[in-house]
């Protein structure tokens, strides 16, 4: 006779926190947000069991936290979360950078450039910007920084910068999200950044990661953004 395969309580905790991450990038779960463990249970499509169990590494994350006689509440975006965050985004971003423009391909570059162009041209085609073009830039976005936190090959750096990406998430959120009007300026940021690596320049990579970074901080905090000091038709 044949059984359902089993799920072991390790891969469903997996699962859960997998779908915790979702929801958040989906913004299906808000900073401050107050929700109850069958709220969560429901949200997640998981079972009681499973979302007791993720609780204890959310709260380790500071992604949750228990609230006396209010149950668990969602991480409260302040300006202690948003500059720390960012501080720490900066620190392993750059390093990610600075081992990424000597080992990214030329093709890979052509590859990731593309996808920027892409989402650039559908922006600039007269139609509406959309929630589906928005959920591709985010991607396209988001992919970029991943890639290169991910060619570190260091497991642990990988994970430090997954959990502070949810944060980052989680005040954009609250703050400022990829909409319309930051949409092209900051897939041009991007490119800008993109350029230096194609021509191999880590100093101008350092440069321009940190100023796209420092703007969407600045964004975030809804102060203007600093305007690029080179252009993409004049890179310097």
Do not use: C
């Not at 429901?42 to 992604?63: D, K, N, S, T």
């Not at 593309?114 to 589906?132: E, N, P, T, Y």
């Amino acid at each position: 006779m044949s059984t359902l395969p089993h799920t072991s309580p390790l891969s469903l905790r997996a699962q859960a926190y997998e779908s915790f991450q979702q929801q958040i990038v989906d913004a299906n779960i808000r900073p401050g947000q107050f929700i109850s463990q069958r709220e969560l249970m429901q949200l997640l499509g998981m079972p009681l069991g499973a979302v007791r169990e993720l609780i204890p590494r959310l709260e380790a994350e500071g992604l949750l936290k228990t609230v006396p006689q209010r149950g668990l509440q969602v991480a409260h975006v302040d300006l202690k979360l948003i500059n720390n965050a960012f501080q720490l985004r900066q620190l392993l971003e750059r390093e990610a950078a600075s081992r990424f423009v000597t080992t990214v391909s030329d093709r890979d570059l052509a590859a990731i450039e593309q996808s920027h162009l892409d989402i650039v041209q559908r922006a600039r085609s007269g139609s509406a910007i959309d929630d589906v073009l928005l959920k591709d830039a985010t991607a396209v976005d988001w992919g970029l920084h991943d890639l290169m936190i991910d060619a570190l090959g260091n497991e642990l750096i990988s994970e430090v910068y997954r959990i502070n990406s949810l944060r980052v998430r989680l005040i954009k959120l609250e703050g400022s999200t990829l909409s319309p009007q930051v949409l092209v300026p900051a897939m041009e940021e991007h490119l800008w950044f993109i350029e230096a690596l194609k021509r191999r320049d880590a100093q101008a990579v350092l440069e321009r990661l940190g100023h796209h970074i420092e703007s969407a901080h600045l964004r975030v905090l809804g102060l203007p953004r600093p305007a690029m000091p080179w252009s993409l038709e004049n890179p310097g």
